[in-house]
Each structure stands twice: as C-alpha cells, then as structure tokens.
C-alpha cells in the first residue's frame, strides 16, 4: 500500500455527527474527549436501556447495534453488534446507532427477538435483557437469518446471573431457521397470544402506553432502520478538553498525524478500542487517532499469499479463513485458525476489534497471552508496517515484529502464505470457562509429516506456547529434537515431552493458574496433538487423547402440574416488569435523570490489607477541574458504621486509624460528573505505616488463633449443638474415618452495581438505593447523620440483582453519599464500577469442614462430629454459620451428632450472605462424608446414601420428624426412571473402559431443605382499590429482585380479588408502606409478601363481600367488580388494607426436597469438562407461578455450578488485595457452560399444607443441588486414577477448576502411550 497525501489533514473540525435511533447528533468539544459512548447514551440523551457494568467488554450489557461502512464494498455498510462500553464516541463518527429503545416498546410494539424473551420467561432481574436482545439483533442483522448453533455461540459475551441462561437461549433459538419445532410452537403461541394488540378493543394502535401484565401490546414487529450515514469527516482534527482526536482518510493522514505528537506524548490509534477492555490502566493519552476513515487498511486479498488489511476486524478475518479453507487447499490450515478465533473474546468485541490492534496488545505487553499473535505466527504470517517519519515499509515476521520499535509506525497489512499438504496444525486455548476467558495456555503445533514413513517429521515443527513467561514462544529444544524422527514411535514421543517439559518454566502470578499446571498442560496438548495427527494408527482406547470434548447443542425442558383451581395463582405468567425489561424502560437507580446540580462520587480505597493509615495527600486530586470535595471519616456527623440491624459489631464507612482490609474505602472524591470523580480518586496519595502480612485464609487465621465458636442460638451459649452422644459413638463404630472440606467464595456478580443517590430534601433527605433493605438503608443514614429516621426517606423501585450483596454491604456506599450529600448540600449519586464494587465488598463467606466419622459396614453412620469453620472476614456480623445444623443432616438421620460452628476473622472485607449462604456448604459437607464413606467401603454411593436416610416419623437434631421421606420414596424413584440412570450409569461405565483420555461421571444428588420462617422476617404490606376504574395497587416491604416477588403477589391478589391480573400493579417499596420490613431474603420476602397480600385482599374481600350481597339481594344479580368497588365506595367502606406480617402470624415450616443427576465428560489432559446433561426434580409444592418457580431452579443452580467450578477468588498473599476484581480475572458461567440438556421437573402433586397457597419456597434450595458437579467430577477423576491403580480417597476442595481436574487426575508424562 503505498503512502497517499491528505492535504487536509490540518485543518480543524469542531464536531463528529452520528445517528442514534434515527436522529442526527453533532458532538463537538462541550464533550469531554474519552467519552464512551454508553456514557454518551445513557446520560447525555437520556436512551438508559443500555445498560453498563464492567466497562471492559467482558459483560455484554452495553451492547448496542452499528450500521457502519464498509470499506471492503464502497458505498455499502454492514451492521454488527458492538460494546457501548468500549467504543469511544469520538471514533463513532458516520456511524448509525440502534438501541434497544428503537426495537421496540409498550407504545410501538416489539420486535420479535423482545417478544420471544418475554414469551420464554427469559427475564428475571432484567438487567441483562436489553443486553442479550442487542446482541442477538446484530447477529441477525448481520447474518439474516441464524441456525440455533450460532444462536448459542453469539451469546458468548452476556452474562446473566438470573436465569441460568436456558429461557434466554431458548427464546432466541425459537428464532433460528433449524430451530426445534418445539420452540418454534411456542413462538407461534406467544405471537398468537398477543397478535393484533389490543385484547380489550382487539386493534392497537400503539399510543395507550399500557403495560399488560401476563401479555404486551404489539404492533408488528419493527425492524430499526438503516439511515444513510453522513460523510466521512474529511480528514481534520478536533481538540477536545486539550486533547486531539484526528481523523485521517488517507495513510499519509495518518503519517501526518504521528509526525504533529511530541516525542513523548502518549497517543492510541483507535479501531475497535477494545484494547482498553483487558489493559485498563494504559493511558491516559493526549491524542487519538480514529483510522476508521482509511480504506487500505480495511483490504482483503484473496488471492494467495492471503493478505489482510490492518483493520480487518477478527469476524471478518474468520469469514476469510472459513471461505478460503472450503476453496483453497493450500489453505486448508485456516479453518483451524477460523475455529480457534471464534473463541478469542466475545462477538462483540471480535466485531469491532481487528487483528492489528490485538497483536500491538502483544507488542506492548509481552505477557498477554494472545491468541491472534500465536495462531499468525503459526501460520508464518508477515507483517507489513509502515514508517511515519518517511513513509517507508518493512517486513517483518511475528517475532521479529515483538523486537521491532514500534514507535511511529503503524501496521499495514498481514499476509497469510499457503501450507504444504504434509501440514498438519492443532492449535488449542485452555481456559478457566468455555467462553470470553483469556488463556490458561495457549498453543499451536503444526508438522510436516511424512504419514507413508512413521510419520515422520520432515521440517523443523513449530511448538508454540503462550501463557508460559513473557518471553516464552517457541518449545525450541523439542522442536530441534523432533526434526527428522517419527512421531509414531513412543520413545520419540516420551523423549520429546520430556525436553519440553524441562524447557518450560512458567512464571508464577498469584492470579494465575499454577506453572505446575501450565507445564504439565502444555506438555499434554502436545501429546494431544499426536494423538490427534496419528489418528487411527493410535489404539482405540488411548486415541481419546486427541479430541476436545464436543459440546451438543444445547436444550432444556420442563414440566410442571397446570391446575387451573387457583389460576391466576399457578398459571404460568411471564413476569409483571417482563414487557418493560425487554424495552429497557424498566427503570434501575442509574436511570434516574441526572439533577441539574448532582454530584457524583468514587471511592479512594487501601491498597494494603493490615496497616496502619499515615497519610492521605488529596492535593493532586483537588486541583482536577470539576473536583468539588473530598469527604472522609472526619466529615461524618454521627456515628462511622453502616451497620445497625446487620450485625452486633459496627463496621467502619471510611477507615480511620488502622485498615481492616486490602480494598476499604478511606474516603469519597466528589466531583462533576463520575469520570471526573473516578479520575481524581486514582491521583489521592494515600502512606501506609506498621504494614503486615495479612490472614487470607481459614487455615492461616488458625494458626493465628482467631478462631471463635459461634453462638448457639438453641442454648445461648457458645456449646455445640449435639443429639445423642457422638463421643461414644465414634468409639464403638465399626469403621472412622475423619476428613476436611474447603469451599472457597463466591461474589454475588449482581449485574446491577451497588449505588445510591441521596438527595437533600425539606424534611431531610430522600435516599434511593440499591439495596435488599431499605429499612436498614434508612437507619444507617440516620445513624451516619446524627438525625432522626422519620427524616430519611428511602424507596426502591427494583433492584438489578441481590443474592445477598445487597443486604447491607449495599450501605457503604449509601451512607458514604449520605454524608457527601450532607457535606456539599447538593444530591450527590455514587454508583461503583465493577472492580470497586468486587473489592470493597465482602462476598460469600469461605468455609472449613472438619468431620470424623464412625459408620457399620453399610456405611450407616453411627454417629459424626462436623465442625464447620466460616470465615467472616475482618468483623464477624454476618456468619450463616450457626443456622446449620439442620443442612448438615440433610436427607439422613445421624443418631449421634456433634455440631461445632465456628468462625474465624480475616484482613480481608466482611463476608455477607450469599444465595443459599451456608447451607450449600453445610450440605456439601455431609455429601462429601458421604462419597468418603462409600470410596472407603468401595461400595455403591448411592446406596450409601440410600441407607442413612431418615425414616417418616424420626425426630433429627432439631429438626422435628417428617410424614415422610419425600426424596427418597418420591424424588429419587421418579429421577431414576425419567432420567434413565440405570442404563446410563451402565454407558458411562462403557465409555470409562473404552476411553483411557475421557471419562465421564454420572452423580445423583438427594435435598432435604428446612424452611422455617424466622418470627424477624415482617414486612408491611398495603392493598388499594382505586374506587375510579376499579384497579389495584399494591406495595410490600419486599425487594423485587428478579425473584418474581411482584408477580406471585399480584397473582395472588388477583386470586382472591376475584379480579384480572393486570388490573394489577405492584408499585415501588418505600419505608412508609414497607416501614420496619426485613431483608428481602433466603426466599423469605416472596412467601411473606404473598402471605401478607393474601390476608391483606381476605379482608377486603370480606369488606366488599357484604356490601356485594346487598347489592345482590336489591338487584337480583351479581354486581360487577366496578360497580361494586363503586358501591363501597359510596358506603364509606375503606378501600385500602394495610397488613403487618407479625412473626406470630407466619404460615408454619416446612419442608422442600428435591435431587438432582449430573452428568459429565472430563478431558484428563486439559482438566476442561462438559456437563452433558442434569436433571433436577424440585419440590415447589403448588407452584405459585411455574415459570417464575423453574427460573429460580435454573438459575440457582447454575449459580451453584459457578460457585463449585470456575468461580475463583484470588488474593495477592503480600498486600491483601483482591486480584479477582472484573470480568477478566473472575468468571462466573456464560451459556455455554450451562448443562448440555437440562430438564426441570416441579414435583407434581406437591401441593404444599402450609406455606401460601400450597406453594413452596424456589428461590435458594436447588443451590445445594449443584453439589453435584463435584460428586460427578469426583466419579470421573476417580475412573482415571483407578486405572493408574489409585483408588486412594482425594480431598476436592473447590472450586474445582480445570486445573484441578488435570491435577487430581495426576497426569504424567509415563502415562503417555500410543499403543496398548
Ligand atoms: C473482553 C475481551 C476479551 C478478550 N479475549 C481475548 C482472547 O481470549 N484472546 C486474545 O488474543 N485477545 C483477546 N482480547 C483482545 C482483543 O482481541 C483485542 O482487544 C482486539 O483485537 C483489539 O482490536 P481493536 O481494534 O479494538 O484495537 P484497539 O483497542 O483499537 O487498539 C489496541 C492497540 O493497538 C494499537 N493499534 C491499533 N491499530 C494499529 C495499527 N494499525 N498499527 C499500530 N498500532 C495499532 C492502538 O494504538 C492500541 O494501542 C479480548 C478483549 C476483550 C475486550
Ligand atoms: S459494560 Fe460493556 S461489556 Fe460490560
Ligand atoms: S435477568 Fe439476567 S442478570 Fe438478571
């Protein structure tokens, strides 16, 4: 490409024009220059659908639609999905946005992709739905039409927390063209149910604004248009806040502009800008250069050599490689490269990333494992790079490019050259999840083999390896040794991994994986790749070795009991907020429209976790034009704890003499706007003095003696809790064995941030939160302020996700606003960023077991001591830890028990509950003594389990006895058959034997849950009946979170009512109406908000039921609802109801079973793992709305399946500090980990005799089920080590990554034969 003139690139612009939604904007330099254009969105033109979190790419909740040029077609354009997160709004000149609000909406109709997620239940907290509409838009507007493959691959950048992906994925496959007919049923239903609008005048047009609750009012489907785009900008430069941003149209515009930058000014060249989503801290830059506009640079030749034009982006790329491998057998090798760039990122980001960008990432940062540059390298790739000084080109190769000084210069183009016949290439990226993880190791082996002569190796082989050090590439003494020898032969073969083994020395980072296990990973994919070329020549069991595991298609089905006699309470109805989630016009804190005077906040926090503070130096920090103050512990009137109801012990908002933890807000930077506010917080000095090493870990704070027996709430004293005598018990069993357990923790990875905004009011101020408990919310601020409660008012509308995070952690951040609010007299909102909100939080609490064990030779236990040890982090308030006793029994009866909680203190952030917070862990505690009993006995787990489980009738510790073993004589025998385990049990055990490199393992998993209704958890609850048109509103002191809270009480309204579910609305929660309520929490708030609506609508009823037999005898006939609500109106009969839902009053306990069966297939050589199916049977009781009730089964679950697996929490050991703090470093499942089939059954004929309305609690149980990964993992590890003539008990603390797997198994190099 040769250099062209841009005589116009001097010349100053003022603005970039853009199109969102249809019309037309001019930026110019009012706004700030590294404007993202989510912030653009979402608070300068109010469009608040598009949602934000992580700002890295890694979320997907940002996701908006582009229609932009195509510079490969002239005059066309191409429209793809891209992260509003990541795009810089100066770069989007041209550019012709869609965001969700153009879709489609209540007043316009919806598009299909919205109904079909509505239709599908795919909704809970919602926050991720604009999200995952988004993306799925700009994969069918780029694709037309989409199979259900591509479906489940292009949601490979949206996390939900809520669902567990199966309704989202669902919905959106009813959508593909070879989508099941099944789905594609239900589409037609939902389009049937909803088709020509309005169901009350049965036309639409489109203008009433009403939500209908259970439906939506449709239009036809509108499809966003595609406006014409505005020229490109003709070369200029616009200076913005003393920034440049240039857009060159030529290559010498872009020479020109690199020769204008001072020696050391630090400048980016912008394509994708999704560089800054994995190297946050690089910059900040002085100038930016948009290379958008320069069409060479966009060049594709087809022609071989293969050439790419620098700003190709990777979809395209993988076009290219896919169309040439089908065309060209030369290269044929691409399809490989294609496959391996379909896992790099997430579409979004390979849409709007190119290749050049990524391999300067390498460039820049030698240790970036990527995967651009080693696959390129792989295929001999050359570089083409030009020279600003002189616009002179060079070549260079991929190493010599990471040697090349790149200042200056800007990479031109690539090309690929074709490989000879013999080449063979594999190439592989190991990661922590399936999806949108950067490499544990990656690698690329390719050969020329000669297959005629033992396949022999004809030329020196490329051995890449990444994820290794930094400066590791090239396994260059195994790639000396192979030339010439034959790989078939296994001596060569040992040899040879012998000298790569010796050769690699990974480095070592805390928040890596271990180099134990890159060495020995790297060192397997090698053997991999032999196997894998030799193929058949291998013997049958050991060619195992060579395949990934191949994940099916994904489905799930469920089923539940459809009684109409309560209906509308047990109808499957979508969510109430469904229609308004899907639009994004469900209102979440951040939504709410800046006042003109808001301020906003960010936290300084520690960096050290044991420490004294010394000093903190906010000069720098001030001088930032917009900075208005700093606040700090010394700003607080009242008292510096946000704790007053969560715990006995006070935690601090703001540190003030010694640092409890790595992460612990020091104090709040309060500025114009949030970057202003961020900004500023980074430049804060903050000294440190009497810094020590901190306690991390349980086992460290035992050493340290930290440990403290919890409290026994039975006895009120800090005894165990015991049944029988366990002493005695264990002396006299025939066989003991004792044990430990570690579970590690979880963050809650609510998709919505904690945030609040206070605003002073008249009376004092109103304060909107996102929390679980605006009843605490409201007297932390008083406490924080020094003022009386009934002058703080707080209200919530929804909130975007909780499980526990919200529950008062929630308050640091409230109260640290309060008292910012108070200081500058101004609102002032505070809404973190993911990796402030990761650290300065405490998670789910990490857990010890200890347990000793005495059992028959059935494996009946006979009597245990369990010691269960939490760590609480640096205050103990929010242990779960003594409430489990009855979990730790769970379907069994142990005659002799000692039950010891403990709790141990850490330096790092207070722990909090966490979605079935302590009873997973209690369970998984005796499952695991129950695998242990079995592996020891060398008898059927199952069976184990079948003969401790408690008879009907048989009183626990605590737990008063049960009419019957529901799990075991319904649960398990219906599991057994509906999901056929004997006969899989009999292929696995098959496939065991036949394949030495995979195993599989098949797990059933029985639950027993004892739900008691604690007599703290109350809640006000207010019913209206609007005497106007008849309508009903109802508040209640519950959250809705996602959980369905609002739609199982209108359901139950509308039960009782006699009445339409949508002449229901539930209205926000405030601390008038739900003053004095609990947490929304452990499934409590649904049952009691629907037990307290339930009475609430009796007496009403009741109220209305007299005035309606009146009418009845005056006229003859049964009056109508308006006519009646009118009548009692007009009698003076109060229309509303207020109910207090006392402790004495709850509905009585009772019990919720359930089981599960895991199956799963382990790679033993990678440690990767696939959950080919589960199947789960939960007790619901009568389900109150069954959808809602699968949902919470699902996403629990899946939750539980992160928590078990890829959720790892990492601190660095030094300072205390928190290294899983975003998207990049910490991985919660994305859908493709969710179990390949995954079938829901509600327990039929369940219905429950207490609870609400024959219902049961959904929310928090089927967590515990998840358990049955490990069990399943362990069955599956052990079918490989018992070959290896291991049948030795292993201790499985979790998470259970793939690196554990790997090295449970004990993989070694030994092992690795080709023929038997
Ligand atoms: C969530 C996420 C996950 C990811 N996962 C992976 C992964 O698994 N494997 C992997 O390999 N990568 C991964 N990446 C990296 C991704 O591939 C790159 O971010 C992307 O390819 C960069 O392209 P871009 O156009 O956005 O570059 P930009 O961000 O626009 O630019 C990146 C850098 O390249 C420079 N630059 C751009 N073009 C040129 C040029 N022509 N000449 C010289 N310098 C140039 C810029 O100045 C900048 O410094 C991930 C990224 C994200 C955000
Ligand atoms: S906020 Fe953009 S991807 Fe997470
Ligand atoms: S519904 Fe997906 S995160 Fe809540």
Same mark, same amino acid.
């Given at each position: 490409?040769?250099?062209?003139?841009?005589?116009?690139?001097?010349?100053?612009?003022?603005?970039?024009?853009?199109?969102?939604?249809?019309?037309?904007?001019?930026?110019?330099?009012?706004?700030?220059?590294?404007?993202?254009?989510?912030?653009?969105?979402?608070?300068?033109?109010?469009?608040?659908?598009?949602?934000?979190?992580?700002?890295?790419?890694?979320?997907?909740?940002?996701?908006?639609?582009?229609?932009?040029?195509?510079?490969?077609?002239?005059?066309?354009?191409?429209?793809?999905?891209?992260?509003?997160?990541?795009?810089?709004?100066?770069?989007?000149?041209?550019?012709?946005?869609?965001?969700?609000?153009?879709?489609?909406?209540?007043?316009?109709?919806?598009?299909?992709?919205?109904?079909?997620?509505?239709?599908?239940?795919?909704?809970?907290?919602?926050?991720?739905?604009?999200?995952?509409?988004?993306?799925?838009?700009?994969?069918?507007?780029?694709?037309?039409?989409?199979?259900?493959?591509?479906?489940?691959?292009?949601?490979?950048?949206?996390?939900?927390?809520?669902?567990?992906?199966?309704?989202?994925?669902?919905?959106?496959?009813?959508?593909?063209?070879?989508?099941?007919?099944?789905?594609?049923?239900?589409?037609?239903?939902?389009?049937?149910?909803?088709?020509?609008?309005?169901?009350?005048?049965?036309?639409?047009?489109?203008?009433?604004?009403?939500?209908?609750?259970?439906?939506?009012?449709?239009?036809?489907?509108?499809?966003?248009?595609?406006?014409?785009?505005?020229?490109?900008?003709?070369?200029?430069? !616009? %200076?913005?806040?003393?920034?440049?941003?240039? &857009?060159?149209? $030529?290559?010498?515009?872009? *020479?020109?502009? +690199?020769? /204008? @930058?001072?020696?050391?000014?630090?400048?980016?060249?912008?394509?994708?800008?999704?560089?800054?989503?994995?190297?946050?801290?690089?910059?900040?830059?002085?100038?930016?250069?948009?290379?958008?506009?320069?069409?060479?640079?966009?060049?594709?030749?087809?022609?071989?050599?293969?050439?790419?034009?620098?700003?190709?982006? !990777? %979809?395209?790329?993988?076009?290219?490689?896919? &169309?040439?491998? $089908?065309?060209?057998?030369? *290269?044929?090798? +691409?399809? /490989? @490269?294609?496959?391996?760039?379909?896992?790099?990122?997430?579409?979004?980001?390979?849409?709007?990333?190119?290749?050049?960008?990524?391999?300067?990432?390498?460039?820049?940062?030698?240790?970036?494992?990527?995967?651009?540059?080693?696959?390129?390298?792989?295929?001999?790739?050359?570089?083409?790079?030009?020279?600003?000084?002189?616009?002179?080109?060079?070549?260079?190769?991929?190493?010599?490019?990471?040697?090349?000084?790149?200042?200056?210069?800007?990479?031109?183009?690539?090309?690929?050259?074709?490989?000879?016949?013999?080449?063979?290439?594999?190439?592989?990226?190991?990661?922590?999840?399936?999806?949108?993880?950067?490499?544990?190791?990656?690698?690329?082996?390719?050969?020329?083999?000669?297959?005629?002569?033992?396949?022999?190796?004809?030329?020196?082989?490329?051995?890449?390896?990444?994820?290794?050090?930094?400066?590791?590439?090239?396994?260059?003494?195994?790639?000396?040794?192979?030339?010439?020898?034959?790989?078939?032969?296994?001596?060569?073969?040992?040899?040879?991994?012998?000298?790569?083994?010796?050769?690699?020395?990974?480095?070592?980072?805390?928040?890596?994986?271990?180099?134990?296990?890159?060495?020995?990973?790297?060192?397997?994919?090698?053997?991999?790749?032999?196997?894998?070329?030799?193929?058949?020549?291998?013997?049958?069991?050991?060619?195992?070795?060579?395949?990934?595991?191949?994940?099916?298609?994904?489905?799930?089905?469920?089923?539940?009991?459809?009684?109409?006699?309560?209906?509308?309470?047990?109808?499957?109805?979508?969510?109430?907020?469904?229609?308004?989630?899907?639009?994004?016009?469900?209102?979440?804190?951040?939504?709410?429209?800046?006042?003109?005077?808001?301020?906003?906040?960010?936290?300084?926090?520690?960096?050290?976790?044991?420490?004294?503070?010394?000093?903190?130096?906010?000069?720098?920090?001030?001088?930032?034009?917009?900075?208005?103050?700093?606040?700090?512990?010394?700003?607080?009137?009242?008292?510096?704890?946000?704790?007053?109801?969560?715990?006995?012990?006070?935690?601090?908002?703001?540190?003030?003499?010694?640092?409890?933890?790595?992460?612990?807000?020091?104090?709040?930077?309060?500025?114009?706007?949030?970057?202003?506010?961020?900004?500023?917080?980074?430049?804060?000095?903050?000294?440190?003095?009497?810094?020590?090493?901190?306690?991390?870990?349980?086992?460290?704070?035992?050493?340290?003696?930290?440990?403290?027996?919890?409290?026994?709430?039975?006895?009120?004293?800090?005894?165990?809790?015991?049944?029988?005598?366990?002493?005695?018990?264990?002396?006299?069993?025939?066989?003991?064995?004792?044990?430990?357990?570690?579970?590690?923790?979880?963050?809650?990875?609510?998709?919505?941030?904690?945030?609040?905004?206070?605003?002073?009011?008249?009376?004092?101020?109103?304060?909107?939160?996102?929390?679980?408990?605006?009843?605490?919310?409201?007297?932390?601020?008083?406490?924080?302020?020094?003022?009386?409660?009934?002058?703080?008012?707080?209200?919530?509308?929804?909130?975007?996700?909780?499980?526990?995070?919200?529950?008062?952690?929630?308050?640091?951040?409230?109260?640290?606003?309060?008292?910012?609010?108070?200081?500058?007299?101004?609102?002032?909102?505070?809404?973190?960023?993911?990796?402030?909100?990761?650290?300065?939080?405490?998670?789910?609490?990490?857990?010890?077991?200890?347990?000793?064990?005495?059992?028959?030779?059935?494996?009946?236990?006979?009597?245990?001591?369990?010691?269960?040890?939490?760590?609480?982090?640096?205050?103990?308030?929010?242990?779960?830890?003594?409430?489990?006793?009855?979990?730790?029994?769970?379907?069994?009866?142990?005659?002799?028990?000692?039950?010891?909680?403990?709790?141990?203190?850490?330096?790092?952030?207070?722990?909090?509950?966490?979605?079935?917070?302590?009873?997973?862990?209690?369970?998984?505690?005796?499952?695991?003594?129950?695998?242990?009993?079995?592996?020891?006995?060398?008898?059927?787990?199952?069976?184990?389990?079948?003969?401790?489980?408690?008879?009907?009738?048989?009183?626990?510790?605590?737990?008063?006895?049960?009419?019957?073993?529901?799990?075991?004589?319904?649960?398990?025998?219906?599991?057994?058959?509906?999901?056929?385990?004997?006969?899989?049990?009999?292929?696995?055990?098959?496939?065991?034997?036949?394949?030495?490199?995979?195993?599989?393992?098949?797990?059933?998993?029985?639950?027993?849950?004892?739900?008691?209704?604690?007599?703290?958890?109350?809640?006000?609850?207010?019913?209206?009946?609007?005497?106007?048109?008849?309508?009903?509103?109802?508040?209640?002191?519950?959250?809705?979170?996602?959980?369905?809270?609002?739609?199982?009480?209108?359901?139950?309204?509308?039960?009782?009512?006699?009445?339409?579910?949508?002449?229901?609305?539930?209205?926000?929660?405030?601390?008038?109406?739900?003053?004095?309520?609990?947490?929304?929490?452990?499934?409590?708030?649904?049952?009691?908000?629907?037990?307290?609506?339930?009475?609430?609508?009796?007496?009403?009823?009741?109220?209305?039921?007299?005035?309606?037999?009146?009418?009845?005898?005056?006229?003859?006939?049964?009056?109508?609802?308006?006519?009646?609500?009118?009548?009692?109106?007009?009698?003076?009969?109060?229309?509303?109801?207020?109910?207090?839902?006392?402790?004495?009053?709850?509905?009585?306990?009772?019990?919720?079973?359930?089981?599960?069966?895991?199956?799963?297939?382990?790679?033993?050589?990678?440690?990767?793992?696939?959950?080919?199916?589960?199947?789960?049977?939960?007790?619901?009781?009568?389900?109150?709305?069954?959808?809602?009730?699968?949902?919470?089964?699902?996403?629990?679950?899946?939750?539980?399946?992160?928590?078990?697996?890829?959720?790892?929490?990492?601190?660095?050991?030094?300072?205390?500090?928190?290294?899983?703090?975003?998207?990049?470093?910490?991985?919660?499942?994305?859908?493709?980990?969710?179990?390949?089939?995954?079938?829901?059954?509600?327990?039929?004929?369940?219905?429950?005799?207490?609870?609400?309305?024959?219902?049961?609690?959904?929310?928090?149980?089927?967590?515990?089920?998840?358990?049955?990964?490990?069990?399943?993992?362990?069955?599956?590890?052990?079918?490989?080590?018992?070959?290896?003539?291991?049948?030795?008990?292993?201790?499985?603390?979790?998470?259970?990554?793939?690196?554990?797997?790997?090295?449970?198994?004990?993989?070694?190099?030994?092992?690795?034969?080709?023929?038997?």
């Amino acid at each position: 490409m040769a250099p062209q003139q841009d005589k116009t690139s001097t010349e100053a612009s003022t603005a970039v024009t853009l199109t969102i939604n249809d019309h037309t904007y001019t930026v110019g330099p009012e706004v700030p220059s590294g404007t993202r254009l989510v912030d653009f969105l979402r608070h300068k033109i109010q469009l608040v659908g598009t949602k934000t979190l992580c700002r890295e790419g890694g979320c997907g909740l940002c996701t908006v639609v582009a229609t932009v040029p195509d510079h490969e077609t002239p005059g066309r354009t191409k429209t793809i999905s891209v992260q509003a997160c990541q795009a810089l709004l100066y770069s989007c000149h041209g550019w012709s946005i869609s965001t969700i609000e153009h879709l489609g909406s209540r007043y316009d109709g919806y598009h299909q992709l919205q109904k079909a997620l509505h239709g599908f239940y795919g909704t809970q907290c919602g926050y991720c739905s604009p999200g995952m509409i988004m993306t799925m838009y700009g994969q069918m507007s780029t694709s037309g039409t989409l199979t259900a493959a591509q479906v489940e691959k292009s949601l490979d950048g949206n996390i939900c927390r809520c669902t567990g992906y199966r309704p989202i994925l669902d919905a959106f496959k009813s959508l593909a063209v070879d989508g099941d007919p099944a789905l594609k049923e239900r589409l037609t239903d939902i389009e049937e149910a909803y088709k020509d609008g309005c169901h009350k005048t049965g036309e639409c047009k489109g203008k009433c604004g009403r939500k209908q609750p259970g439906g939506m009012c449709t239009r036809s489907s509108k499809l966003a248009t595609r406006p014409s785009l505005v020229p490109v900008l003709n070369g200029p430069f !616009l %200076t913005v806040d003393s920034v440049r941003w240039y &857009h060159p149209v $030529t290559l010498q515009g872009i *020479y020109n502009a +690199l020769q /204008t @930058l001072g020696r050391n000014e630090k400048f980016r060249l912008v394509v994708g800008n999704t560089g800054q989503g994995v190297f946050k801290n690089d910059g900040p830059y002085t100038a930016y250069i948009a290379t958008s506009g320069i069409k060479e640079l966009y060049t594709v030749n087809n022609q071989s050599p293969l050439e790419l034009g620098a700003n190709v982006s !990777l %979809t395209r790329a993988i076009e290219v490689f896919q &169309h040439l491998a $089908t065309s060209d057998p030369g *290269y044929l090798y +691409l399809k /490989t @490269l294609a496959d391996h760039w379909q896992v790099v990122a997430n579409v979004s980001v390979r849409n709007a990333g190119c290749w050049a960008g990524n391999l300067m990432m390498k460039h820049t940062h030698p240790g970036f494992q990527s995967d651009i540059f080693l696959t390129l390298l792989a295929a001999d790739a050359e570089l083409t790079i030009g020279n600003s000084s002189d616009a002179s080109i060079t070549h260079v190769n991929l190493e010599q490019f990471l040697k090349t000084d790149m200042s200056r210069k800007v990479i031109l183009s690539i090309s690929l050259p074709p490989a000879t016949a013999n080449t063979k290439l594999r190439t592989f990226k190991i990661t922590p999840r399936a999806v949108n993880a950067h490499a544990y190791v990656n690698a690329c082996f390719k050969m020329e083999l000669n297959a005629g002569d033992g396949f022999k190796v004809l030329t020196k082989p490329t051995l890449l390896l990444g994820g290794i050090n930094p400066q590791f590439i090239h396994a260059a003494k195994t790639e000396n040794f192979l030339l010439n020898k034959k790989v078939s032969d296994v001596k060569t073969l040992l040899d040879a991994a012998k000298i790569m083994e010796r050769e690699i020395i990974p480095d070592s980072h805390p928040q890596d994986a271990s180099p134990e296990y890159r060495k020995s990973l790297a060192v397997s994919l090698f053997y991999k790749t032999v196997v894998g070329f030799l193929g058949e020549k291998v013997s049958p069991r050991f060619q195992s070795a060579g395949p990934n595991i191949v994940r099916p298609l994904s489905s799930g089905r469920q089923s539940f009991d459809m009684n109409q006699e309560t209906w509308p309470v047990g109808e499957p109805v979508p969510k109430l907020e469904s229609a308004i989630q899907i639009s994004g016009e469900a209102a979440y804190l951040d939504d709410i429209p800046y006042h003109p005077n808001e301020l906003h906040g960010a936290f300084v926090h520690t960096t050290v976790a044991n420490a004294k503070l010394k000093s903190v130096d906010t000069t720098e920090a001030m001088k930032v034009a917009g900075v208005v103050t700093f606040v700090n512990a010394s700003d607080i009137p009242g008292t510096n704890s946000f704790v007053v109801n969560a715990g006995p012990f006070p935690d601090p908002i703001f540190v003030q003499d010694r640092v409890k933890y790595a992460g612990q807000p020091i104090g709040l930077v309060v500025a114009k706007d949030r970057d202003t506010a961020y900004h500023a917080a980074k430049l804060v000095i903050v000294e440190y003095e009497d810094v020590k090493k901190p306690i991390l870990t349980i086992k460290d704070a035992l050493k340290a003696g930290k440990k403290h027996t919890s409290m026994n709430f039975i006895t009120n004293t800090r005894e165990p809790y015991t049944l029988g005598n366990a002493e005695e018990a264990l002396k006299t069993a025939a066989h003991t064995l004792t044990g430990e357990l570690s579970q590690g923790s979880q963050y809650h990875f609510n998709m919505e941030p904690h945030s609040a905004r206070v605003v002073p009011t008249e009376d004092g101020y109103d304060v909107y939160s996102t929390t679980q408990w605006p009843t605490e919310t409201q007297a932390t601020t008083a406490q924080v302020l020094g003022i009386a409660t009934n002058s703080i008012n707080v209200s919530v509308r929804r909130i975007g996700g909780g499980y526990g995070s919200k529950i008062s952690r929630q308050h640091i951040v409230s109260t640290a606003a309060a008292v910012a609010a108070r200081k500058v007299k101004q609102p002032v909102r505070v809404v973190t960023d993911l990796t402030t909100n990761m650290t300065y939080a405490g998670w789910r609490e990490p857990f010890l077991s200890k347990y000793e064990v005495g059992f028959d030779g059935n494996g009946k236990i006979e009597g245990a001591k369990i010691e269960l040890i939490a760590d609480t982090g640096h205050v103990s308030n929010e242990s779960a830890v003594s409430f489990l006793f009855g979990a730790v029994q769970n379907a069994y009866y142990i005659p002799n028990l000692t039950f010891t909680p403990s709790m141990v203190n850490t330096d790092t952030a207070a722990n909090t509950y966490c979605r079935t917070p302590g009873h997973v862990e209690a369970v998984a505690t005796i499952e695991n003594i129950m695998e242990h009993i079995a592996s020891y006995l060398k008898v059927d787990k199952m069976q184990v389990r079948l003969n401790n489980m408690v008879a009907p009738g048989v009183p626990r510790m605590f737990v008063p006895p049960h009419q019957k073993n529901v799990v075991k004589d319904e649960i398990l025998p219906l599991l057994t058959t509906q999901a056929s385990i004997v006969q899989r049990q009999r292929e696995v055990d098959d496939f065991n034997k036949n394949n030495k490199w995979k195993k599989r393992g098949l797990s059933i998993l029985p639950m027993w849950y004892g739900f008691d209704y604690p007599s703290m958890f109350r809640y006000g609850i207010q019913v209206t009946i609007y005497e106007h048109d008849g309508t009903v509103a109802i508040s209640h002191g519950g959250i809705e979170m996602g959980q369905g809270i609002n739609t199982k009480v209108a359901q139950v309204a509308a039960y009782v009512l006699g009445i339409p579910l949508e002449n229901i609305v539930v209205k926000a929660s405030d601390t008038m109406v739900g003053a004095n309520s609990m947490v929304t929490g452990g499934s409590f708030g649904t049952d009691l908000c629907a037990h307290g609506v339930r009475v609430a609508c009796t007496s009403l009823r009741q109220r209305l039921d007299v005035v309606k037999e009146k009418m009845k005898k005056e006229t003859g006939k049964d009056p109508t609802w308006l006519q009646l609500v009118k009548k009692c109106h007009a009698e003076d009969v109060d229309l509303s109801q207020r109910y207090w839902t006392a402790g004495k009053e709850h509905p009585e306990r009772y019990d919720i079973w359930g089981a599960a069966a895991l199956e799963l297939e382990i790679d033993v050589l990678t440690g990767v793992f696939v959950i080919r199916r589960a199947d789960i049977i939960e007790d619901s009781g009568r389900s109150m709305s069954p959808y809602i009730d699968i949902g919470q089964v699902e996403g629990a679950f899946i939750m539980g399946i992160g928590f078990y697996t890829s959720e790892m929490v990492k601190y660095d050991p030094n300072t205390g500090q928190k290294l899983s703090n975003g998207t990049w470093e910490y991985k919660p499942p994305m859908a493709l980990d969710i179990p390949a089939d995954f079938r829901i059954t509600l327990l039929p004929n369940a219905k429950n005799p207490y609870g609400v309305l024959g219902s049961k609690a959904t929310g928090e149980p089927p967590l515990c089920l998840s358990y049955a990964v490990v069990t399943a993992l362990r069955q599956a590890i052990t079918a490989f080590r018992q070959e290896n003539g291991d049948s030795s008990w292993f201790q499985m603390d979790t998470p259970i990554t793939v690196e554990k797997v790997h090295q449970w198994c004990g993989v070694n190099t030994s092992q690795f034969q080709l023929y038997e």
